[in-house]
C-alpha cells in the first residue's frame, strides 16, 4: 500500500528549530492531502498542520507564526520547519496523506511517529 517514512525529530532546547520530513512512497496515483498530527501523554491527537496538493494550508492557532509546512509533490514528501520551539510542543508527531492509488484506490496513511521533546 502507501509507506510514509518519517524523520527530523529529536531533542532540543525551548527556543530552538528542528525540521521533520515525511516520505510517502507506494503504488501512488496523486496524493491529496498531507499533514502532520502530534500527541501529547494524555492528550488526543491533535492537527498541526495540512496542505493540500494546490498549495492550501491548515494550521493550527498554537503553532501560528512559528511553524511552517511545505511540500515538494513530485517528491510526495511534506516538511514540517518548527521554529521557537516550547516545552509544549512536545509529542510524538505523526505524517498524514490521503490520496489515490492504482486502480483508482483511495488511500488515508499515517506514518509511524517522531518524537518531539523541548526541554525548558
Known amino acids: 500500500q502507501v509507506q510514509l517514512v518519517e524523520s527530523g525529530g529529536g531533542l532540543v532546547q525551548a527556543g530552538g528549530s528542528l525540521r521533520l520530513s515525511c516520505a510517502a512512497s507506494?503504488?501512488?496515483?496523486?496524493?491529496?492531502?498531507m499533514g502532520w498530527y502530534r500527541q501529547a501523554p494524555g492528550n488526543e491527537r491533535e492537527l498541526v498542520a495540512a496542505?493540500?496538493?494546490?498549495?492550501?494550508?491548515n494550521i493550527a492557532d498554537s503553532v501560528k507564526g512559528r511553524f511552517t509546512i511545505s511540500r515538494d509533490n513530485a517528491k510526495n514528501t511534506v516538511y514540517l520547519q518548527m521554529n521557537s520551539l516550547k516545552p509544549e510542543d512536545t509529542a510524538v508527531y505523526h505524517c498524514?496523506?490521503?490520496?489515490?492509488?492504482?486502480?483508482?484506490?483511495?488511500?488515508?496513511?499515517w506514518g509511524q511517529g517522531t518524537q518531539v521533546t523541548v526541554s525548558s
Open positions: 507506494g503504488s501512488i496515483i496523486s496524493i491529496n492531502a
Open positions: 498524514n496523506a490521503a490520496g489515490t492509488l492504482t486502480m483508482l484506490r483511495r488511500f488515508d496513511s
Open positions: 496542505i493540500t496538493s494546490g498549495g492550501s494550508i
